[in-house]
């Protein structure tokens, strides 16, 4: 007898994107709809949380019937809802998690609940297998950064992360003081690609044997030299300062990875989150980890980002392992990865 | 029609369940607990309690607001996803009618009001006009003095009805003196069988364009806007 298809719904709403994506058997994309509200939130130079709930609510059951359609299936062929239940912006979550929760006792269907970087790390399942463990995931967002060590599947131990802020945090911030457009990562991925790191500026490699990271040091250093500058009256090539921030943060983000892969004898290393789009780290990740043994996964540009397919691929782990959300499923904002 | 009402937009959380015109089933809570938590159960045990699964329903009714922001959204988002995934219409009704309805046979104005902070209200007016209660001022968030400035020349009695009423009774009893009337314990509580009754009278709407009424912009794009104007 043919066992049926697991075919999973998920539901992602934790910041400024509303998504609904269809996943078959955990690692099948069958369809991936994301309502996107950059443009809104532009305005304001950053994600204003009352905005995006109100975005939320007022696309939600579009984009989930989207994804429904597009992936051809009915409410009777959903094994399972996976929804986020954090971290992220409370209101936010609330959207998604109520949305998530209707459907499933409209319809019978069981409820799994996602940690959102679980989501990030099992992206890289809809493009390549993640079976080789213990396996190393470099988490990089604008909330996180973190090296998570999972020796099965399911299962997250933190062993590195940020003292102060997220790398991603980091370069929003660098990106406000070159008065650059929001969102500021990706502006300064490319103007770095078009200067030369010859700007000295620190690195935090923090004590010997630690795999945690420090990026407001480095933040510091780029106010300061901007800053000096102009005292000086001497003309800065902000290229050059994209260029050797960027270095100065790929630089301790590959090596601290490198040495925790080593460390802990992984097999495959897989990079996640919206940080994991920029091309200097795809690139010197690559670089590091060629001819090591190590499999490195880095998940294609559309599949950093937030979206909903990470979420069901992720919901797909916990629902085969049995864990189920109930009706009292609530946004979790401080939801942490290890606990869950 | 079976229709199921929904209201969390303020600290009164309630269901309810109408079966051709007959309200089967109600359930009301007025505490400070998490209504994200408690709709669904609240929801699950009611439908239970008349016999009752999601797909008997014809229609899902929802306050639609003013209230608390997240609230409200709590609220909709669940109505708008059941009433879409069951292909059901959906109807929305103001928070302030519903709670409005606890003075429909009151011999004057009724005046439904939810605290909007710094001095303001959420508010608006009804009343008995040819035997009919209806909307005599619309809906509207302003200062309560200007408000009790508004309908203060009318000579009639003015009934004031809501849960937040504590917070500004002293103003309006000063302004408007012994014309000031006022709820009840159990006038204070928006009824979700009033919120029924009247939503399965109404036109159904399409959930995926359904929207709360905040009657108030996000704080953020309120400064825009007038940035914009400067
Ligand atoms: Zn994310």
């Not at chain 1, 019978?108 to 679980?118: F, K, N």
């Not at chain 1, 103007?191 to 933040?219: C, Q, V, Y």
């Not at chain 2, 309006?172 to 009754?197: C, K, M, T, W, Y």
């Amino acid at each position: 007898m043919q066992e049926k298809d697991e075919i999973i719904l998920g539901i992602e709403t934790s910041c400024d994107e509303t998504a609904a994506a269809i996943v078959k058997n955990g690692t099948e994309l069958l369809s991936n709809v994301v309502a996107s509200q950059i443009e809104s939130h532009k305005r304001f130079g950053g994600v204003v949380p009352e905005i995006a709930s109100r975005h939320h609510v007022e696309q939600i059951t579009i984009v989930i019937e989207e994804a429904m359609k597009e992936a051809d299936v009915e409410f009777d062929d959903l094994s399972a809802i996976a929804v986020t239940e954090g971290p992220g912006l409370v209101g936010a979550l609330l959207i998604g998690v109520n949305s998530a929760k209707a459907l499933a006792l409209a319809h019978s269907i069981p409820l799994v609940s996602v940690h959102h970087i679980a989501g990030h790390i099992y992206a890289n399942r809809l493009q390549e297998p993640m079976e080789e463990f213990p396996l190393l995931a470099l988490v990089v967002s604008g909330g996180h950064t973190e090296l998570i060590l999972m020796k099965e599947h399911g299962s997250y131990e933190i062993i590195g992360e940020t003292r102060d802020d997220a790398a991603g945090e980091a370069y929003d911030k660098v990106a406000r003081t070159l008065k650059l457009p929001y969102p500021g990562g990706p502006h300064i991925d490319k103007m770095a690609a078009e200067g030369s790191p010859e700007i000295d500026l620190p690195r935090a490699w923090l004590e010997a044997d630690s795999f945690d990271f420090s990026f407001s040091g480095l933040k510091s250093a780029v106010i300061n030299t901007l800053h000096n500058a102009k005292q000086r009256g001497i003309e800065i090539n902000p290229n050059d300062l994209a260029a050797s921030f960027q270095e100065s943060v790929i630089e301790v983000l590959v090596e601290k990875t490198y040495r925790a892969a080593r460390e802990y004898g992984v097999k495959q290393v897989v990079v996640a989150g919206g940080v994991a789009a920029n091309k200097g780290l795809r690139g010197r990740l690559t670089d590091r980890f060629a001819n090591t043994g190590i499999q490195l996964s880095i998940p294609p540009l559309w599949l950093c980002t937030d979206n909903a397919a990470m979420i069901a691929a992720a919901g797909s782990i916990e629902y085969q392992k049995g864990k189920r959300a109930d009706m009292k499923l609530n946004g979790n904002p401080g939801l942490e990865l290890e606990a869950f | 029609m079976k229709a199921l009402a929904i209201d969390t937009s303020n600290l009164v959380m309630g269901v309810s369940v109408i079966s051709d015109n007959k309200i089967v089933g109600e359930l009301t809570t007025n505490m400070k607990k998490n209504h994200s938590v408690r709709l669904m159960p609240a929801i699950a045990n009611l439908l239970g309690e008349v016999d009752m699964q999601p797909g008997d329903l014809d229609r899902i009714i929802v306050a639609r607001g003013p209230g608390s922001f997240t609230g409200v959204r709590i609220g909709v988002s669940v109505a708008k996803t059941m009433a879409w995934s069951l292909n059901i219409p959906i109807t929305g009704v103001s928070s302030l009618e519903v709670l409005a309805q606890n003075g429909k046979y009151f011999d004057g104005a009724v005046c439904p009001l939810f605290d909007g902070r710094r001095g303001q209200i959420y508010t608006s007016l009804y009343g008995n006009i040819d035997n009919r209660f209806q909307l005599l001022q619309d809906e509207r968030i302003m200062q309560l003095v200007d408000w009790i400035d508004t309908i203060k020349d009318k000579s009639r009695k003015v009934l004031f009805l809501g849960n937040d009423l504590p917070l500004h009774r002293e103003k309006i009893e000063e302004l408007l003196g012994d014309r000031a009337v006022f709820g009840q314990a159990a006038d204070h509580n928006p009824r979700a069988s009033e919120l029924a009754a009247l939503g399965v009278a109404r036109d159904g709407e399409n959930p995926h364009t359904f929207t709360p009424s905040y009657l108030r912009l996000a704080e953020a794009e309120a400064k825009w806007l007038a940035n914009q104007k400067k």
